[in-house]
Structure formats: structure tokens, C-alpha cells
């Protein structure tokens, strides 16, 4: 059983920075990333970091958040700057499953964590 645990969430002033973490556990993946979710909104992506460290994001987060990935602990960050009241809702880490790639984030079915709330005003 793979267990993703989301933390770091909260409310922030709009400019403000938070920082969320997903803990894997024991599991190893391949590539693991951030999607979110709005209100009225499909889940959208919002950046992935692989197993040689590339990293990728959607355009409306580029230049404002970061992906990385402690290795040694097994966790995923996103580093959250310049945050805009657009940016809130709840966020969900994913990871694909054994043996897949990046592109299983957004075309097969990675195991999810249950998500942590971000509210920017």
C-alpha cells in the first residue's frame, strides 16, 4: 500500500510564500509531482521533478514555484513564491507507479495523497 502524506498548507497574504511537502514512505518513484484543485475547476497540473532531477511545470506556476525532491528522506517539496489568489485550492501529490514514467502522472494512474488546502488572499 502506497501512502502519499501532503502537509504544509495554509492561508497566506497574496505575495507570500508556503511551502508544501509530500512524504512517499518507503515507495520509490520514478516521478512524482503537484496537481491542484479549485472550485469549479478540473485538476490541474502543476509541475513534476523525475528520477535524474529534471523538472517541469505548468506555465501559470513557472518562475513562481519549484519542485525538489529530498532523496534521502523520500519527500517532495513545492516551494511556493509569489503566490496570486488564483493560486489557491487544494493541492495533491502524485507518484507513479513501478516501473513508469513521467508521462504515467498525466496518462495512467498514480497513486495520490489526500491533498492539503491552500488559500491565498
Known amino acids: 500500500h502506497v501512502q502519499l502524506v501532503e502537509s504544509g498548507g495554509g492561508s497566506v497574504q497574496a505575495g507570500g510564500s508556503l511551502r508544501l511537502s509530500c512524504a512517499a514512505s518507503?515507495?520509490?518513484?520514478?516521478?512524482m509531482g503537484w496537481f491542484r484543485e479549485s472550485p469549479g475547476k478540473e485538476r490541474q497540473a502543476v509541475g513534476h521533478i523525475g528520477s535524474d532531477g529534471s523538472t517541469d511545470y505548468a506555465r501559470a506556476v513557472k518562475d513562481r514555484f519549484t519542485v525538489s525532491k529530498d532523496n534521502a528522506k523520500n519527500i517532495l517539496y513545492l516551494q511556493m513564491d509569489s503566490l496570486k489568489p488564483e493560486d489557491s485550492g487544494m493541492y495533491f501529490c502524485?507518484?507513479?507507479?513501478?516501473?513508469?514514467?513521467?508521462?504515467?502522472?498525466?496518462?495512467?494512474?498514480?497513486?495520490w495523497g489526500q491533498g492539503t488546502q491552500v488559500t491565498v488572499s
Open positions: 518507503t515507495y520509490r518513484a520514478n516521478c
Open positions: 502524485a507518484a507513479v507507479r513501478s516501473g513508469e514514467r513521467c508521462p504515467a502522472l498525466y496518462h495512467g494512474r498514480p497513486y
